[in-house]
């Protein structure tokens, strides 16, 4: 089955850039989406297609994908962006299947 | 708007069923697939089921295959979740999610969630 590999933590002080990473075997040649959940709360999507923000999602928000890695970028981090973000593909290989990355805990110093 | 409210959770023994339900509205359910994704406490999300809008497609994740059952009926727009022989490990909040699907790029996201209801197998 697919695995997408996220850093357990990343840490950033307001108004700086957050990069969170996303691993898997040829990620290039997927579509990733990132989920932003907040304690207590539901996940919410804030990047979907690799790139493209739903609405209602700030710019500050922005995604690539490459090779064997996809980035979520938070541009000029605020304190309401500490969260939990975790990427997702689907794996179409085999069985199909929904797959999460481990999530990534952003800290906003 | 769109809304998703999930149902049925609870305290249930080990070996025990339970049967989980999403009502939802805002949308034409009838043309979206949905999906169930849990959450262990402490720990990261975990897709768990789909289905595709007219049930012709259905996927479950290996860890639930056998035991638990999606299904959907559009004329009262609501999801399901059979779980049978529950375990301790399938603790967790389930969520119901919406489904966007691409087929032929393979894209396949989840847009809207609901709040989750908690599952908890315990004796």
């Known amino acids: 089955s697919y695995v997408l590999t996220q850093p357990p933590s990343v840490s950033v002080a307001p108004g700086q850039t957050a990069r969170i990473t996303c691993g898997g075997n040829?990620?290039?040649?997927?579509?990733v989406h990132w989920y932003q959940q907040k304690p207590g709360q539901a996940p919410v999507l804030v990047v979907y297609d690799d790139s493209d923000r739903p609405s209602g999602i700030p710019e500050r928000f922005s995604g690539s994908n490459s090779g064997n890695t996809a980035t979520l970028t938070i541009s000029r981090v605020e304190a309401g962006d500490e969260a939990d973000y975790y990427c997702q593909v689907w794996d179409s290989s085999s069985d199909h299947s929904g797959v999460f990355g481990g999530g990534t805990k952003l800290t906003v110093l | 708007e769109v809304q998703l409210v999930e149902s049925g959770g609870g305290l249930v023994k080990p070996g025990g069923s339970l049967r989980l339900s999403c009502a939802a509205s805002g949308f034409t359910f009838s043309s979206y697939s949905m999906n169930w994704v849990r959450q262990a406490p402490g720990k990261g999300l975990e897709w768990v089921s789909s289905i595709s809008s007219s049930s012709s497609y259905i996927y479950y994740a290996d860890s639930v295959k056998g035991r638990f059952t999606i299904s959907r009926d559009n004329a009262k727009n609501s999801l399901y979740l059979q779980m049978n022989s529950l375990r301790a490990e399938d603790t967790a909040v389930y969520y119901c999610?919406?489904?966007?699907?691409?087929?032929?790029?393979?894209?396949?996201?989840?847009?809207?969630w609901g709040q989750g209801t908690l599952v908890t197998v315990s004796s």
């Open positions: 040829n990620i290039g040649s997927k579509s």
């Open positions: 999610a919406r489904g966007v699907v691409v087929v032929p790029a393979a894209l396949y996201y989840f847009d809207y």
